[in-house]
C-alpha cells in the first residue's frame, strides 16, 4: 500500500470519498479534529492514527464523536485505518485531500499502540 489510497464514488444518493492509510501515516491530533469539524461534509467517519493514539471518528451532520480506540481494538482494527467521507452534493475532494494531508504528524513513528 502506498502512503495514501483515494477512492471515489457516486450513487444515486450522493457522492463519497473514502482514503486508506499505511501504517506509516500519523494525523496531528488537533489539526485533523479541528478540520473534521470544520468540513461541511454532512457524514464521516473512520478509525485513524495520531500523535496521541488511535481514534474512532463519527460525524453525522452537526453530531461529532471523536473517540480514542480502546487499546484491545487496536490490533483488530489497524488494518482498518481510514476516513470515508459522504456528502449529497459533489465535494472537492483534491482540496480535502491537500488539507488531509496538511494535517498529517511527521513526528509519529509507527509503533503507536
Known amino acids: 500500500m502506498t502512503e495514501m489510497t483515494r477512492q471515489e464514488s457516486q450513487e444515486a444518493i450522493g457522492f463519497s470519498c473514502g482514503w486508506r492509510f499505511s501504517d506509516h501515516w500519523a494525523f496531528d491530533h488537533n489539526s ?4 473534521i469539524r470544520e468540513l461541511s461534509i454532512p457524514r464521516i467517519k473512520g478509525i485513524v492514527k495520531t500523535d496521541d493514539g488511535w481514534l474512532v471518528i463519527n460525524k453525522m451532520q452537526k453530531y461529532l464523536s471523536i473517540e480514542p480506540l480502546k487499546t484491545n481494538q487496536v490490533k483488530d482494527e ?3 485505518t481510514g476516513l470515508k467521507m459522504i456528502s449529497a452534493l459533489s465535494a472537492d475532494w483534491d482540496e480535502i485531500e491537500r488539507l488531509l494531508i496538511n494535517c498529517r504528524s511527521l513526528s509519529v513513528g509507527v509503533d503507536i499502540v
Do not use: V
Open 32 to 35: 485533523l479534529t479541528e478540520l
Open 78 to 80: 489497524k488494518n482498518q
